[in-house]
């Protein structure tokens, strides 16, 4: 099981000095990139410590190694900030987005690329192509999507309807089930206990009418961003329901 929510104060140190060994064996020179998710999707939500990317990134400049972050589950506002970089306060020198960019209405993806691997490519153009790369009625579609998350306040509600799905599940923390509950912004997962079944618990909160993402002992979950305080507290109700009715042999 992945625990940083909770750890020690020197999570982030002993991470840190993991990245330090892992260059000083490999050697800097050999390592192009270190690619990461601000805040591990698929894995179960799991959020790092706060000063756990700045250290990061600083030893990453100081060898001269780029930082790639992958934000295709936290880009465009789910955190709370346009990426989960601004959130953290970090400059990564290539960041691929995806999903948010068009709130998944259709398929469009960017890579933005900063200004240390623009002055490294020094001008040449990159060879690399699609078929359908800056398809115009894409290209659309995300603009105007762009303006209603601007518009609207999304980044805004992320942060305020995910406080309150985050109140919400704490309700199952004590559980038997339950391992840890865990969050930022508008992205929730929940750690089960082994041999509690994520797969099985969530067709059972299925049939109740919400649906949640079972990755081995976990639940994700990512809730549109315009998602209704009352679907919120169906939502939390439902799943606490169900990790209760959840049985854990001792």
């Not at 982030?12 to 490999?26: G, H, K, N, P, S």
């Not at 790639?68 to 400059?91: K, M, N, P, Q, S």
Request: a negative charge; aromatic letters at 6%; glycine letters at 12%.
């Amino acid at each position: 099981m992945i625990y940083l929510v909770g750890l020690a104060d020197n999570a982030t140190a002993f991470c840190v000095a993991e990245l330090e060994d892992t260059i000083a064996r490999v050697g800097a020179d050999r390592i192009a990139a270190f690619i990461g998710e601000p805040v591990m999707g698929v894995a179960g939500m799991v959020v790092p410590p706060d000063d756990y990317w700045p250290r990061i990134a600083d030893v990453l400049r100081a060898h001269g190694i780029l930082l790639i972050l992958d934000e295709v589950v936290t880009g465009f506002g789910r955190t709370g900030h346009w990426f989960a970089a601004d959130r953290y306060g970090i400059e990564p020198d290539i960041l691929v987005t995806a999903k948010g960019l068009t709130s998944g209405y259709v398929p469009m993806g960017a890579v933005l690329i900063g200004d240390r691997v623009m002055e490294l490519v020094d001008g040449a153009r990159f060879a690399h192509g699609f078929t359908y790369n800056g398809h115009p009625t894409c290209a659309a579609v995300a603009l105007r999507n762009l303006d209603i998350i601007e518009r609207e306040g999304l980044r805004e509600r992320a942060v305020e309807m995910g406080g309150r799905l985050m109140t919400a599940l704490r309700e199952a923390e004590g559980l038997p089930a339950v391992a840890e509950v865990r969050g930022v912004g508008l992205m929730a997962g929940v750690e089960l206990e082994e041999p509690a079944d994520g797969a099985e618990l969530a067709g059972r909160i299925r049939r109740r009418g919400a649906i949640v993402r079972a990755t081995g002992q976990k639940l994700v979950l990512s809730p549109p961003l315009v998602i209704e305080p009352e679907q919120i507290d169906r939502l939390g109700e439902i799943i606490v329901s169900e990790l209760a009715a959840t049985t854990v042999p001792a």
